[in-house]
């Protein structure tokens, strides 16, 4: 059993391990371990300690094999207070996502006293569901890497659903799995957990990912509150609250297209 999603080869290379695998196909990657480690690249760049993700848009090109693959990240817009960062995903010199990131520059701000917009924290994953991924005809992959807590809905119930997941291993061997990891390695999962869909007639893959933070989870669990809208047009969408213990910390949104199989 691999204990992590990914090996590092040097020089910007890695080696996804099986823990990578999607439920869609079994030789290629979950969108969430390759959007995780794109985000590793990102928060690694010059004064990742002062910046924080605001948004980052995953454009995924192509199914992303289970193989070797190389993560590269670079400034394209500089800035004091705001950056504009871009990434890649690639194997064999074709790339297979490419990132689009706001890095915002933190600082503390003492705001006017009016009243905000306010999400209240959800039930906790102590209050949650231990619920087992749908049967994907593999022994290993993400839904065994990954643990997850059914506050509402579940895998196999059509409709919306709230669920806390966190990895049960780490992103890259002998790293600690970071807030912003935490969190993308999650997000892609938003179309999955709140199919609306019999997944078993159905295909419903999301084309992109886009994750918007206002602050970075604390603690290992994150939340996703999701709900998906597949269309008549074979064009749909999932829609995703994210969540720490704490309170909303943002949202996800997913493109998906949607068609028989």
Known sequence: MPDSFYVPEGDGGFRATKLTRGPWDAGAQHAGPPAALLGREVERLDDGDEFQVGRITFEICRSVPIAPVRAQARIVRPGRRVQLVEATLSHGGDVLIRAAAWRIRTSAIDLPDHPRPHDPPLPGPEEGEEVDFFPTGQ???????????FVSGSFLGPGPATVWMRPRQPLVAGEEVSPLQRVLVAADSGNGVSAALDWRRWLFINVDLTVQLERLPEGEWVCLDAATRPGPNGIG???TLLHDERGRIGRALQTLLVSER
């Open 139 to 149: 022994p290993v992959g993400y839904h065994t890497a990954m643990e997850y807590r």
């Open 237 to 239: 969408s999932a829609d």
